[in-house]
């Protein structure tokens, strides 16, 4: 068996779409990779020119040093293959139980792709379903970007109410979809050149009748090469046709199985 299969095989993880990414080994092929290359080039020029299809991924040190801190020795399956898919520019709506560290799967690609703050708007939006899970994933985004200044704003009550939006730089807003839709109507939030966009817990969206607020937010972000991404720990039907109509060549993955 080819070796991302069998990877894929020990992980349970299943993956379907055209042309996925290999799943990771480890943290820290994230960024050996550009050294191999660097290798390659030296003693193999012309092979390069074969192999630039490879990846690339350039991991600043800053991270994988956080996730040695945080004491995450591996990276967790849906960590395994879905940082590479988005990290290969590719959208994806992945489906792994509550706990498997689906929060690490979507930050940790958005901040090497980020590179470092900048004041060009909103940059990256992550969709949650209640305050709760939103304040959560802001504080887990806080630990992973550490060391670095990044930009990582929660939108409160407060924000919400008193912000001069037009002027809003952030390189990573975390909301609910429902103040995300109060603050773009009313607010004149301009979400046109978000880079990326994810519908965390995305099953709930449905269950707590979000879509609609869901949907203006997705509008809202127009940017043409916009990268998305949706999580779940299930993956009914309404998920999975919301995932098809708003991703292009999206890579489907599910860990373990679809409605465990
Ligand atoms: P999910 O969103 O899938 O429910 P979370 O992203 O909230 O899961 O992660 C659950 C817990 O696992 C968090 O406490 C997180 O810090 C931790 N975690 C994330 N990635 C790893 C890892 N690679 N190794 C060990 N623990 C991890
Ligand atoms: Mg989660």
Same mark, same amino acid.
């Given at each position: 068996?080819?070796?991302?299969?069998?990877?894929?095989?020990?992980?349970?993880?299943?993956?379907?779409?055209?042309?996925?990414?290999?799943?990771?080994?480890?943290?820290?092929?994230?960024?050996?990779?550009?050294?191999?290359?660097?290798?390659?080039?030296?003693?193999?020029?012309?092979?390069?020119?074969y192999m630039d299809s490879g990846v690339r991924y350039g991991c600043k040190r800053y991270l994988l040093r956080n996730f040695a801190e945080l004491g995450f020795k591996e990276?967790?399956?849906?960590?395994?293959?879905?940082?590479?898919?988005?990290?290969?520019?590719?959208?994806?709506?992945?489906?792994?139980?509550?706990?498997?560290?689906?929060?690490?799967?979507?930050?940790?690609?958005?901040?090497?792709?980020?590179?470092?703050?900048?004041?060009?708007?909103?940059?990256?939006?992550?969709?949650?379903?209640?305050?709760?899970?939103?304040?959560?994933?802001?504080?887990?985004?806080?630990?992973?970007?550490?060391?670095?200044?990044?930009?990582?704003? &929660?939108?409160?009550?407060?924000? $919400?109410? +008193?912000?001069?939006?037009?002027?809003?730089?952030?390189? !990573? =807003?975390? #909301?609910?979809?429902?103040?995300?839709?109060?603050?773009?109507?009313?607010?004149?939030?301009?979400?046109?050149?978000?880079?990326?966009?994810?519908?965390?817990?995305?099953?709930?969206?449905?269950? &707590?009748?979000?879509?609609?607020? $869901?949907? +203006?937010?997705?509008?809202?972000?127009?940017?043409?090469? !916009? =990268?998305? #991404?949706l999580y779940s720990a299930t993956l009914p039907d309404s998920v999975e046709e919301l995932a098809r109509t708003i991703m292009h060549d999206a890579v489907r993955i599910i860990?373990?199985?679809?409605?465990?």
């Amino acid at each position: 068996m080819e070796r991302d299969a069998l990877v894929r095989k020990k992980h349970n993880i299943h993956t379907s779409g055209s042309n996925v990414p290999s799943p990771l080994q480890d943290f820290a092929e994230l960024k050996s990779r550009v050294e191999i290359k660097v290798l390659i080039f030296i003693y193999l020029k012309h092979i390069l020119c074969y192999m630039d299809s490879g990846v690339r991924y350039g991991c600043k040190r800053y991270l994988l040093r956080n996730f040695a801190e945080l004491g995450f020795k591996e990276p967790t399956p849906i960590q395994r293959q879905a940082i590479p898919v988005l990290l290969s520019g590719r959208e994806c709506f992945a489906c792994a139980p509550t706990g498997s560290g689906k929060t690490l799967a979507f930050v940790c690609p958005m901040l090497m792709k980020l590179k470092h703050a900048s004041k060009d708007g909103v940059r990256a939006v992550i969709l949650c379903p209640t305050r709760e899970l939103a304040a959560q994933t802001a504080r887990e985004c806080k630990k992973l970007a550490k060391g670095k200044k990044f930009y990582i704003k &929660l939108m409160t009550k407060q924000l $919400v109410k +008193s912000a001069d939006f037009s002027k809003l730089h952030c390189d !990573i =807003l975390i #909301s609910t979809p429902f103040r995300l839709q109060f603050a773009i109507r009313k607010r004149k939030l301009d979400l046109s050149r978000v880079e990326y966009l994810v519908l965390d817990e995305s099953d709930k969206l449905f269950e &707590l009748d979000l879509v609609e607020q $869901v949907d +203006s937010v997705v509008k809202a972000c127009s940017n043409p090469s !916009i =990268l998305r #991404s949706l999580y779940s720990a299930t993956l009914p039907d309404s998920v999975e046709e919301l995932a098809r109509t708003i991703m292009h060549d999206a890579v489907r993955i599910i860990v373990g199985r679809k409605n465990a």
